[in-house]
């Protein structure tokens, strides 16, 4: 631990924690713009209940913390709050490793030992917004660094993951389409190696490829449903490979209707949640019979997904036709979860 | 003689019973007349001749339901009868069935699911007026499985639109308790094991409190916690002769049906019960273990909420708490262990243990391996090779046709004789 005189760097912090108000508003999109959606951020080694006590317990003794920062360097902070992307991205990028290493105190250093030189204002960010929001945001140092490369050629829609910290990971998507040309299903069976047909059970052939690793129907109408990928992209893929497959088989296939019908997500909020007491609350959209299954199953109507929610925290989203149904069904589950977080 | 009735054929007043065979006849004595009998005169003339009639027959509401349906309703009646429930209940389960009835995915069902139903109609009934009844306990008075009873009774409740209350914990734990055989001696128990209703009942309380405040309850199935709650209440009010009976012993002799988490949950709880007793200076000499922490069940359950605070943490910070709060505290059920009243020692208690549902408390079976960010843009180009990977060459089709018809041929070999 560095010592400092406290005087000074109580001054300095003053503007820190004054300044962050204001500047705070443009970070969070340059840090949301710094990890992709698919990027793992639910699984991470920090258990956050810790790293939010800790910023807690430093607010509560605001003269401990500046101990810590011992070279601040305000010429970071802008003037203008209002910059175009390119500035941002440039001190995004500046900041992008460093402000890793800071966002991961429990888990790769021990308390708030910060390397020196560290960039403060970010870290002043997160002392104030472990007051003003809930959770810091959780990354590992090897994604932002990739992903800070590819900040330009990220798609807009990205979760703003300012409220929970926790992105919900896709797990399975199903999606249906129409090869317009009826199938014989007995030749495909024969002449392709991935395949099962058993008529007496069920009127479809099951195929599978191995990337991405997905499964399909082939019903004899020409209908095709695809399950098993982890993302829309990869079963759009799929399923152009299954009709390139049954194309090659000799079948005038074309590709028409491809269509998303149900993803499916998961998540992890760390914490235990007392199901019954969230039965009780939200009787109207839950339903929770332990003697027949350990999860409450939650019926949020709007969006119009079904959230598995168990007794460790973890939480499965279903029923969603978009990306993006999952992440606002999550937010707006969060808050009702963090309130049971205290027994 | 019954008065006021006239034979409808000479007005004779002179009607006689007599029995034909079997069946009972209101006959007139002048004419001979059949004025009332089975089924060659109607309800209406039987009333007016003064005949009692039963109210299911004289109104007609039966013939505008189906037989299945009368027949199932009869069953919602027996089923209330057996399980001896107050006479509304009957009222607000029929009507149940009944709406059930109107709605077309029910009506159209298989009567495997419309027996089902009679069942699902009773639980709901029962949670509505907070009486503990088990999805079990139906289940095998239906002869019906669990699958097929929790599919209907989740379709109903929501074709019904209904808010279904929880299972009730403390009524279910004093109905299940006072199942067990072991309040009154008789032959097959012996005398040391008999023990007395009340006591157990509330400290089997005690202890389920206990465990729903531990997370052991949340999501799991209610009865194995209360039979293992129920065994080491059992065991603690008299431990020096019951601490040799075994769970399974134990269920055997009370004439319960053993679930199999209840082994478990008992471990668990135990383990919960450790923890407890690591905070006490005077048990925390002893180094107890699994066995002998029972003995002091009635000790630690006295100042449970206390020890529960002490022993676990749930804000993520360690406590560490002073021993003169333990120095206070009197011990009441004591034991012959000579050395508790020593002076407990200034050694730190055990330090707390996160309060979590043993799911969090144990390590995650698989490392959950961390997807690479995936590149796909669902629009690449599909090479030829790669397809060609999954069709048959000629030849294979050649061997697969023949290994198919082999084995065609051995089935059909095989299945004659």
Not at chain 1, 173 to 200: G, H
Not at chain 1, 243 to 260: D, H, M, S
Not at chain 2, 29 to 54: A, H, K, P, Q, Y
Request: proline share 7%; with cysteine.
């Amino acid at each position: 631990m560095v010592g400092s005189p406290l005087m000074e760097e109580e001054d300095m912090y003053l503007d820190l924690f004054l300044d962050p108000y204001t500047v705070q508003d443009d970070f969070p999109q340059a840090m949301s713009q710094l990890f992709s959606p698919r990027s793992p951020l639910d699984v991470h080694p920090l258990n956050l209940s810790n790293p939010e006590t800790m910023f807690n317990s430093h607010l509560g003794g605001v003269k401990e913390t500046p101990s810590d920062f011992s070279s601040v360097d305000l010429s970071f902070l802008p003037d203008e709050l209002t910059h175009d992307s390119k500035d941002q991205d440039v001190t995004g990028n500046k900041h992008g490793p460093e402000q890793s290493q800071l966002q991961l105190p429990g888990g790769e250093d021990s308390g708030l030992t910060l390397n020196s030189g560290s960039s403060p204002e970010s870290h002043a960010h997160f002392c104030p917004d472990g007051a003003a929001s809930n959770q810091p945001f959780p990354e590992k140092p090897n994604s932002v660094a990739l992903s800070v490369a590819s900040i330009l050629s990220m798609t807009p829609m990205n979760p703003v993951s300012e409220s929970s910290g926790i992105v919900p990971q896709l797990q399975n998507i199903v999606a249906t389409a129409n090869l317009a040309c009826k199938l014989d299903l007995r030749k495909i069976a024969l002449n392709a190696k991935n395949t099962e047909y058993n008529p007496k059970r069920f009127a479809a052939v099951i195929m599978r490829i191995r990337e991405p690793r997905t499964t399909a129907l082939l019903f004899s109408s020409g209908k095709v449903v695809c399950t098993g990928a982890k993302s829309e992209e990869e079963s759009r893929l799929a399923a152009r490979k299954y009709a390139r497959v049954v194309q090659k088989l000799g079948f005038p296939v074309k590709f028409f209707n491809f269509k998303i019908q149900n993803m499916v997500g998961s998540c992890d909020v760390k914490f235990p949640i007392r199901l019954e007491t969230l039965a009780l609350t939200h009787r109207q959209f839950s339903s929770y019979e332990p003697e027949l299954f350990p999860g409450l199953i939650y019926k949020m109507v709007r969006p119009q997904v079904v959230l598995l929610i168990f007794a460790s925290g973890k939480v499965v989203l279903t029923g969603a036709k978009e990306r993006s149904e999952i992440y606002e069904a999550f937010e707006n589950m969060y808050p009702i979860l963090e309130s049971y977080k205290k027994t | 003689m019954p008065s006021g009735s006239r034979c409808p054929d000479c007005g004779s007043s002179e009607l006689v019973e007599d029995s034909h065979y079997s069946q009972s006849q209101l006959v007139c004595s002048d004419c001979g007349c059949v004025v009332t009998e089975g089924v060659l005169t109607t309800t209406f003339n039987d009333e007016g001749n003064l005949r009692e009639v039963t109210y299911s027959r004289s109104t007609g509401e039966n013939e505008q339901v189906s037989r299945s349906q009368q027949r199932d309703l009869r069953r919602v009646r027996d089923l209330c009868r057996i399980l001896k429930l107050p006479t509304t209940f009957e009222d607000t389960a029929i009507s149940y069935y009944q709406r059930a009835y109107q709605l077309s995915g029910i009506r159209a069902a298989r009567l495997q699911k419309k027996e089902v139903l009679v069942g699902c109609c009773v639980l709901i009934t029962c949670r509505q007026h907070n009486w503990p009844l088990t999805m079990g306990t139906i289940c095998t008075l239906l002869y019906a499985d669990l699958d097929v009873f929790s599919g209907t009774y989740m379709q109903l409740v929501k074709l019904l639109g209904l808010d279904v209350p929880a299972l009730c914990l403390a009524d279910l734990v004093k109905s299940y308790c006072s199942s067990f055989a072991l309040f009154q001696a008789s032959p097959s128990i012996p005398v040391k094991y008999v023990e007395d209703k009340d006591k157990m009942l509330s400290r089997t309380l005690l202890l389920v409190e206990l465990a729903n405040e531990t997370w052991l309850v949340t999501g799991r199935h209610p009865l194995p916690v209360i039979t293992a709650a129920t065994f080491l209440a059992w065991q603690s009010l008299l431990p020096s002769d019951r601490l040799t009976c075994s769970l399974a012993q134990f269920c055997k002799l009370a004439n319960v049906d053993l679930p199999y988490p209840a082994a478990s949950r008992l471990q668990e709880l135990l383990a919960v019960l450790l923890r407890m007793a690591s905070q006490l200076a005077w048990l925390r000499v002893l180094k107890l273990d699994k066995r002998t922490v029972v003995k002091h069940i009635g000790d630690l359950l006295q100042h449970r909420h206390m020890l529960v605070r002490m022993a676990f943490r749930d804000d993520g910070t360690a406590q560490v708490e002073t021993q003169k709060q333990q120095k206070g505290e009197q011990r009441q059920q004591e034991e012959a262990e000579g050395s508790t009243f020593a002076l407990p020692e200034r050694k730190r208690p055990a330090s707390p243990a996160p309060l979590l549902p043993p799911c969090m408390l144990k390590p995650p079976k698989r490392s959950h391996p961390t997807p690479s960010i995936s590149t796909v843009t669902g629009d690449e180009n599909i090479s030829d090779s790669e397809i060609e990977q999954y069709l048959r060459t000629p030849q294979e089709i050649r061997d697969f046709q023949r290994a198919q018809a082999a084995s065609q041929a051995a089935m059909s070999d095989s299945n004659p004789p």
